[in-house]
C-alpha cells in the first residue's frame, strides 16, 4: 500500500515472495528453452510450427493489455488520495476483480507466445493457480470486510475474464470516462 492509501483488506501472506519466485521462474524457464532451441536445438519450443508475423499479433495484444491493466490498476490503487478505503470498482475494477494479477498474467503470455515454449506454458499454469488461490483468499478477506458490497461486486464482475456483452464497451486504449455504464 502507498503511505497515501489506507488499507481495506490484506493480500496473502506471501504474496510478494510468490510473485517475485514466479516470475523468476518464468523467465528462467522461457530463457532456457528459447536458448536451448536457438543453441542446441533441444527444447519444447513450437516456433517452428508456425511464422513469426503470426506470433506478433497475440504477443503484441498480450503485452498491450496486459500493460494497460497493470497501469491503471495500479493508478486506481496508488494514485489518488483518499481519507477513508473503500471497494474500487470503476475503470479495469469494473472488467475484472483482479487486474493487477491478470496484467502480469497477460504480459507473461505475451512471452509464450513469441517463442511457444511449452515448459513456460506449464510455468505459466502454475502462476495462474497460484494468482487464484491469492485472489481467493483475498476475496474472503473482502467479503469479511465489505459484506453484501463486495458478494455484489462479485455477482457483477467477473474473477479473470473480461465480459463483452452486446450494447457495453470494454475501453481498453479509450478515455476511461468515454463509456457511459449501463
Known sequence: ????KVALGSEHPHCDSIQLAMLILFFAAWGIDTLSYFVVRISTVLVGLTSFP???FPV???????GYLGLKSH???FGETVGQSRLIDSGVYSWVRHPMYLGTLMFCLGFFFSSLSLLSLGVWIGFFILYDKMATYEEKELIRILGEQYIAYQ????????????????????AENQCQKT
Open 155 to 174: 455477482k457483477r464482475v467477473p474473477k479473470w475474464v473480461p465480459r463483452i456483452r452486446h450494447g457495453s464497451c470494454l475501453e481498453i486504449y479509450w
Open 54 to 56: 503470426l506470433l506478433l
Open 60 to 66: 503484441i495484444l498480450a503485452w498491450g493489455f496486459g
Open 75 to 77: 493508478e486506481a490503487v
Open 1 to 4: 500500500m502507498s503511505r497515501n
